[in-house]
Structures are given as C-alpha cells and as structure tokens.
C-alpha cells in the first residue's frame, strides 16, 4: 500500500476569516484528506482576522490538523498616532507572523514527518515562510501565487517596488514549483523569469465548491447580481451604470422590472451621488455581505450574474467566476476581450463578454429581453470544481516527489 502523501499547507487565511482567499486553501485541505492524503494547516490566530464567517464548518477530517501560530499587524504594532510608516507593510504588514510560523512549521516537519511544503499568495508572507522551511528541512515546496504580484502590472502598487520583487526572485528560484491560475499569469511568470525552467510555472485554476444549494429560482424582476469585493482601480462600475441609464430612458427598464444588487461590495453611500447623476437610484441596491453559503445560493435566485475585471487584472481570473459556473445563471462579464478572464468565459455557452460601452448596454438589453442560455450541466461543469483542482494538485505534489533523490 502506497505510503499517503503528507503535506503541509500554509495559509494565512482560513476559516474562521470570512475572505474570498480562504476557498482555495481551505478546500484544497479538505479535498486532500478526503482523497487519502494527509494535510496539516499550518495558519495564522483568529484574532487577527478582521470579518467572520463562523457558518463556514471545519471539515472533521481536518479538526485536528489545523495548527495556529500568533500572528501580528505591523501596521498596528508600529503605528504613532494612529499612522504607520509605509515600509512596515512590506512585505505585508503581518510579515511579523513569519517567525512564530516558521517555528511551528518546523515542528510540524519534524513530528509528522511531512512530504512537501505548499504556501499560497495573496500574503507574500506564507511564501518567505516556505522558502525558510524548504531550506531548513530539503522539502521541495510548491509556491502557490494565484495571481501575479501586483508590482508587475498595478500602478498604485509601485511603492518598494525593488524590494518586492527582489523578494519574488528569491521565492521563485528556491520553489520546487510556481503555481498561478491562469495561463496569462503563467505567461508572465515565464517572461520575468527566463533563466527558470518554463515547466516549472504551473497552472491550477481556481474552481466552485460542490454545495447542495436549493434549486434556482427565476425572480419576478429582472434580477442582476454582482457578489463580492469592489475596487476603485480594477473594477469600475461607471459602465454598467451608464448602461442602465441608457435602457431606463429608452423605457425598457424601471423599478418594478429590474434590479441591480451589489451584494458585500461597499457602503451604499460612497455611490448615492453617482446613482442619481445617472438617475437610476431606484434601480441599485447595495446589501451587506453574507455568509458563503448563503452567497452561493443567492447566486441560483438571480436572473444573471455580473463580474467586472478591468484591464489592470488582465492576466487573472477571478474566483467567483466558477460559483458562477455552479450556479447555471446567465453571466455578463464586463472585461477586455483579451483578458485571462474573457478567455476562461468561452468556456460558459451562457456568458456574455462586453467592455467598450456601446456593446455592454447591448449585451444587457438581450439579457433582459431574450430567453436565457442554458449553463453548463453538472457532467460538464465537473472539471471547473475545486476538487478536481486538488486532483491536479496531488499530480503535481507527486510529479515532485517522484522527481527527488
């Protein structure tokens, strides 16, 4: 009987946190159990989480298995007056989690005899702490970047810049394997770094949850979803609020028809000018966050989903794009035609793509007025879910140790 593939994961975030970063981690543990594998999380203490989602229950395959070491915000730790200096959230203002985390991490090796090291972004953190074990112990360890750090493509992230990436090249070179989501990512990944090989940049999408979600609904009215975060610089909404102004006067939509819902996305004031420059108040709704599950089924009870993804985040494709794949509803994808995102949507016969304005009012007038596309069925979306993703990872955990002295 093969020897089960032991693993440690790190990861800033994992539930309790309520985050859209804790899906991938956290379902990656949980999947690894189930499919024989022995995962041990090693993470940061609650208290330093900011929102909860205390719905989200820990598998019981993984009660015993989740290890927490103190973990501290730099930003608070160095603040006089209520302000910090810059530099003390480099890399990210919990770097001072690295060295309880290390030492955990190296008792975790130590006592559990563990195979292999993953450590996921969006906290560069988790990656110092890898590459720290993976020196220590000769581990291979496979760096999980999701996305590219936002130096290589944000202008508002050009701060340290030198130092980030300088940091970047350290975990890259020391990384058995580099994993991003998308093949743009990859792609750049591959550019920045030539003298690295180019099968080490591996990609792992990212993937919905199977949940037993209650079956979809068709509301009364015409029902357009956004879920989740918006960004001041990378998702601007200024289109699909043009795009309702539009239709309103043309009289194809009103009140009673139609309803724009941003669900956990921001305090409704911050865009109450802006809604009635347009004169479409009537027309927006924006509601507090939600727990996962009950996010994901209010998915199933729109008339079409809304994801926006400017050309800032070109080489990446955003999480809930896959709940929405789960959910079988109609997706307008307001994003640039050659975009990691846009590409990902060929693969929904459901999904409308459009950026320039002129087309995405077209494309939400024929959401509101034809009949809708059918999704994908459940057969076809199956290798869109997070547990096959984990499938891809095991592969590539034991590609790795096949490949060690």
Not at 273 to 300: D, K, R
Request: proline letters at 8%; a positive charge.
């Amino acid at each position: 009987m093969a020897k089960p593939l032991k693993i440690l994961l790190i990861a800033f975030e994992m539930p309790p946190a309520r985050s859209a970063g804790v899906q991938r981690p956290y379902r990656f543990a949980e999947y690894l159990a189930e499919m024989g594998a022995e995962p041990y999380v090693l993470t940061a203490s609650a208290d330093i989480y900011q929102r909860f989602d205390h719905e989200l229950q820990i598998s019981p395959l993984l009660q015993d298995r989740i290890f927490r070491s103190k973990a501290t915000d730099a930003s608070k730790l160095f603040s006089l007056f209520g302000r910090s200096p810059a530099v003390a959230a480099v890399p990210d203002r919990y770097w001072p989690w690295y060295f309880s985390a290390v030492a955990l991490g190296q008792q975790l090796i130590r006592e559990h005899d563990i195979d292999l090291i993953w450590s996921t972004y969006p906290v560069l953190t988790t990656h110092l702490i890898g590459r720290s074990l993976s020196k220590k112990t000769g581990k291979p360890w496979v760096a999980d970047f999701r996305d590219p750090l936002q130096c290589h493509y944000n202008p508002a992230y050009q701060h340290f810049n030198g130092l980030m990436r300088y940091l970047e090249r350290k975990v890259i070179t020391q990384a058995s394997a580099v994993v991003t989501t998308s093949q743009a990512a990859a792609g750049l990944y591959r550019s920045l770094y030539p003298a690295e090989p180019p099968a080490k940049f591996q990609i792992i999408e990212n993937g919905f949850v199977p949940l037993d979600l209650p079956p979809a609904t068709t509301p009364d009215k015409f029902n357009l979803l956004y879920s989740g975060a918006l960004y001041g610089n990378g998702r601007d909404i200024s289109g699909i609020f043009r795009a309702i102004a539009d239709l309103q006067q043309q009289g194809l939509i009103r009140a009673d028809n139609f309803v724009l819902k941003f669900r956990g996305s921001a305090k409704p004031e911050q865009f109450a000018a802006t809604l009635a420059q347009f004169g479409i108040s009537a027309l927006v709704e924006f509601l507090p966050a939600v727990p996962f599950m009950q996010a994901q089924a209010e998915m199933m009870q729109c008339s079409a989903n809304l994801l926006i993804q400017d050309q800032i985040f070109n080489y990446q494709v955003p999480g809930k794009l896959y709940d929405y794949i789960q959910s079988g509803k109609p997706l307008l994808a307001i994003c640039p035609p050659d975009s990691a995102t846009a590409q990902a949507c060929l693969a929904m016969p459901n999904a409308v793509q459009a950026w320039q304005q002129a087309e995405l009012t077209t494309a939400l007038q024929r959401l509101i007025t034809e009949p809708p596309q059918p999704g994908l069925s459940p057969a076809q979306a199956q290798p869109f879910s997070r547990r096959q993703r984990t499938v891809e990872l095991m592969a590539l955990c034991q590609k790795l140790l096949n490949q060690q002295p």
